[in-house]
């Protein structure tokens, strides 16, 4: 059964080609980075699970017991005051189905397949949802941090300059105390960026484990447009 699967941004998959490699946005996490970490989540690995007993229980309904077997069986037959003959039996033997059940049970196991297939690509698609929003949240405070860095750097060059023009006689002390307010502001931004990045990092990486803290290039264009993005349903008739 094909499942069409798109997570936006993240991954793009489908229940025909899984391993087919899909072409990423720039700055957004890499699919050969992101389908390990969906494959480890619980959910998912436990519907993966699923669909590898529904293939196994489908192929016992397709072949066994109805393929030919073989059967061997040993005895010791002992005469009352005679010899005693060791006899056995070898024999070749199959199961005949009636007429229709043949067809029947490949049709069970074929729908026991497409379910677990279903689960298997809900299960992926949710877990690809939550991996892209903590991901798209991590790089906005990311980029949040940065821009806080750079405005508390240029507070503070602005600051050395008003202190120098103070000392030239160009500046009033008024202009001083405006600019080291605006620093003591800065620096608590920059306090607060840094915490929520911190944070949303945390977040990231207890949900997923072993995701490597490591920014793309352009995090710029994927934090100021990633919040908006949004991901496909799992497949057509998916339950939201």
């Known amino acids: 059964m094909m499942i069409p699967l798109l997570l936006i941004g993240l991954l793009t998959?489908?229940?025909a080609a899984l391993a087919a490699p899909p072409v990423n946005p720039p700055g957004l996490m890499p699919t050969e980075i992101a389908r390990p970490l969906l494959e480890q989540d619980p959910g998912v690995a436990a519907a993966r699970a699923g669909l590898d007993v529904a293939l196994q229980e489908a192929d016992i309904?397709?072949?066994s017991p109805y393929e030919w077997t073989t059967r061997a069986t040993g005895q010791q037959r002992?005469?009352?005051?005679?010899?005693?003959?060791?006899?056995?039996?070898?024999?070749?033997?199959?199961?005949?189905?009636?007429?229709?059940?043949?067809?029947?049970?490949?049709?069970?196991?074929?729908?026991?397949?497409?379910e677990s297939q279903a689960r298997y690509g809900e299960a992926l698609h949710e877990a690809g949802r939550e991996l892209m929003a903590l991901w798209v949240d991590w790089l906005a405070?990311?980029?949040?941090?940065?821009?806080?860095?750079?405005g508390l750097q240029s507070t503070q060059?602005?600051?050395?300059?008003?202190?120098k023009r103070l000392r030239a006689g160009d500046a009033s002390k008024l202009?001083?105390?405006?600019?080291?307010?605006?620093?003591?502001?800065?620096?608590?931004?920059?306090?607060?960026?840094?915490?929520?990045?911190?944070?949303?990092?945390?977040?990231?990486?207890?949900?997923?484990p072993g995701v490597k803290r490591q920014l793309p290039g352009p995090a710029r264009a994927v934090a100021d447009r990633g919040?908006?993005?949004?991901?496909?349903p799992a497949h057509p008739g998916a339950k939201r």
């Open 13 to 15: 998959v489908s229940g």
């Open 61 to 63: 309904l397709d072949r």
């Open 78 to 114: 002992r005469l009352e005051s005679g010899p005693r003959y060791n006899e056995w039996n070898v024999g070749i033997e199959r199961t005949i189905r009636l007429p229709g059940k043949a067809a029947a049970d490949r049709n069970i196991g074929k729908a026991t397949v497409e």
């Open 141 to 150: 405070a990311e980029r949040a941090r940065e821009l806080a860095e750079n």
């Open 157 to 163: 060059a602005s600051l050395a300059a008003v202190e």
């Open 175 to 208: 202009d001083a105390r405006i600019a080291r307010a605006e620093l003591a502001e800065q620096r608590r931004l920059d306090n607060d960026a840094k915490t929520q990045a911190s944070a949303a990092w945390l977040r990231l990486s207890t949900r997923f």
């Open 227 to 232: 919040r908006h993005r949004v991901l496909a």
